[in-house]
């Protein structure tokens, strides 16, 4: 296995070792992530993000930082040399010069990866499109497999928005390389998408269903999205999925007792904030999860850690 | 007295003894503001301004780059997660874990408080709403004992907006732990608010005036603040109003020889460029004395110095 | 030759002997650039962006992290302070405060030496107004060095807009140190400034010509700029002149065999992208010369480097 130099643009351009292998790197920095370290010293990020996510460019920065290492950048798309006409392939060819690595985020598909074909230094995708958000994806599976000791044998829910919910997508293709048993819990015009579902049905048994009552019980993980308004034509219709897909004490109930609730955040309302206390929810834990992955992806990408 | 830990929202949690205690650690920081510090190696301060303040937010910034540390943030509400409709409390929650401390400013009053609740890491209140702005008021205290070599028996008269002014009311609360005389000079409408007066008032002697002539001759210090349009529904009553309030070569003819002007900046024209040159000039003398301030603040709560 | 402590306004402010000083200088820094260093640990630079350059702006950064050093500031006027109606000599003497050096871009000329007599720390120009970008002319200068072996000999070619393009004009002063002969290639209606034109032709052979035709095949250096449609208010007349100055395969297929092709950047389309491939094209290696240049400038005016 060779990470130095690689960009990470798709899980689905990494095998299951790899993905494997990123994991237990994670889990050593662990105690780097509480105490900082000079792994990467004299080494810069650069975060381009075309579109703006506070979230994942400040999980990026802080993993560089505890590495040891400097961050550039710019959060907003409506910045200089873009709104001078500027194409992506020119703003990357010049930000390499400046960096060592570069993470992106972008609201067309395919972006993070016509980045890396111009580029020379390695390029993260921090989210691309509806489609792919892999960072995210491995950092969902580092949380699973510390939080359940496991990932193999698991069954696992999504619930919520699995059409333009791109962290879905890419943790179901990563999830495909396991031996897990996936629940798709969704409104009729938010199902997931056609070509990941035939992709991982080749692989995985999965499920698609629209109440939660018969999912919650059964599920070992029950990975929520947000569900946007924006989605629906008609509020009506908006409201009353909306009720039908939050998670609250009363859906816990049912739930097993050792089962885990994930989000990507930011939620609304989608987990009433009374879940927040029981020993289910571990959507904040995610985020600590974040930054230990990145540092694992950044730390091997530069070749710091073989 | 224990520091290590501990959240910075009001000024009106701490002691005299403990306000005392961080003046003497800022004067310890004034070697270390020069020459860097490697202090903090290895910390990070995120600064969550929901409201724009460039000297505020780059006074923290500085702060923690000359202990060692490092800094990550966003300066405008406009951004991401909030955007998508997130909570504070889960905004608090997700960015702890990117950070060792947050500094927070939010145009709502209470809003730091609310992040402290909820936080396990420190919070600095960076400004909330119009109330409060502790971090101020501390680097005033700093630069009044600096430069007349105490506080107590001084003579301090406040000019300008006393009603919607955050750093007035912090520094108001701060001056009535000490031995001092303060006198509020203000047009009507933006007197000092009833329930600070009423609180000061129970501690030191407090003279509201509404012209400067009678307060200029007998002051030590005089803390001057903008007086914005905005405020005046007559904008004849603003430029009335206005002009009373100017601190100019001639308000200063009559003035102690070894008074002081302070302002917590930015000016707007309250007080005019030619008392720049005067030695009564000690506002851009705060803007350094919030550096140390807050490098005393930061090393304090992260527990670097005990 | 003393640069510790000094300003970089405009190119003529610096003798020819001191700006072949900066270039040796840079050309040393280019091994730190890519192994980093701690030359200006401790220091923090200042970036007051009034106007938006992300390409400038981060350049600057990386060059001060890649020193060691720590970069705060902001990108866009829109903000705090200056939103409040501080002025300029304001800002500045409060940001000194914060940072050993400033870099500030401002859209109106004279800014940069306005802040300059304000501030007691060192003031770099990144650009201000149309008429000075001292640092773009330093990175250039050492690119055709770098790429040509000398400045001395050479014929340059300007193409583009020379009427409202800031690096040219600081570029041509530059150039007139050296022993050069400069052609002027633009429409009529934006050529060179008089006041350039006149005080460099003093010093060089200077010829303005409106065909590219005639000057290609004689040009040791390119140097191409964009031509903005906002210039033009017949839209007719901009696409008529956009397409005559449009550097194609075509063009260079009468070019020297060694000729470089330089642009400041960003390019919309007045370089066509399959010359990117030629071996003519060093536009993006400029970016690189803009690191270490700018490494140069900092190293010295903080004394790091004698």
């Known amino acids: 296995m060779e990470f130095k130099g690689r960009d990470i643009i798709s899980i689905r351009d990494f095998s299951r070792e790899e993905i494997d292998y990123i994991l237990e790197i994670a889990k050593s920095m662990e105690p780097l992530a509480s105490k900082g370290s000079d792994m990467l010293k004299g080494k810069i990020l650069a975060t381009l993000f075309f579109e703006p996510s506070t979230r994942t460019r400040l999980s990026f920065e802080a993993a560089m930082y505890k590495l040891g290492g400097a961050a550039i950048g710019f959060a907003e798309a409506e910045i200089a040399s873009v709104k001078k006409g500027e194409n992506l392939a020119d703003t ?88 897990v048993e996936l629940h798709l819990v969704s409104p009729e015009s938010l199902k997931m998408r056609r070509e990941v579902l035939e992709a991982i049905k080749e692989k995985i ?83 600590w999860n974040g930054i230990v992955t990145r540092m694992a992806l950044l730390a091997l990408i530069l070749g710091a850690v073989k």
Do not use: W
């Not at 509806?130 to 969902?140: F, G, I, R, S």
């Not at 070992?220 to 004490?249: C, N, W």
């Not at 927040?276 to 985020?287: E, G, I, L, N």
């Open 92 to 179: 990357v060819r010049v930000v390499e010069n400046y960096a060592d690595v570069i993470a992106i985020r972008h609201p067309l598909e395919g972006a993070a990866r016509l980045a890396a074909e111009f580029a020379e230094v390695p390029i993260i995708n921090g989210g691309s499109g509806a489609e792919e958000h892999p960072t995210q994806a491995l950092l969902d599976l580092y949380t699973i497999m510390k939080e359940k000791g496991k990932i193999d044998g698991l069954k696992i829910a999504f619930v919520g928005d699995l059409r333009y919910g791109r962290t879905v997508h890419s943790l179901a293709y990563a999830l495909s390389y396991y031996d």
């Open 205 to 287: 048994p999965v499920k698609e269903e629209t109440s939660l009552e018969k999912v919650v019980p059964i599920s070992d993980v029950l990975y929520v999205t947000r569900i946007q308004k924006e989605r629906f034509p008609d509020p009506a219709e908006y409201m009353k999925v909306k009720g039908s897909y939050k998670i609250t004490l009363e859906t816990l109930s049912k739930a097993k007792k050792d089962s885990i609730v994930l989000h990507p955040l930011p939620r609304v309302d989608e987990i009433a904030s009374e879940v927040d206390q029981t020993p289910h929810a571990r959507y904040f834990k995610q985020v």
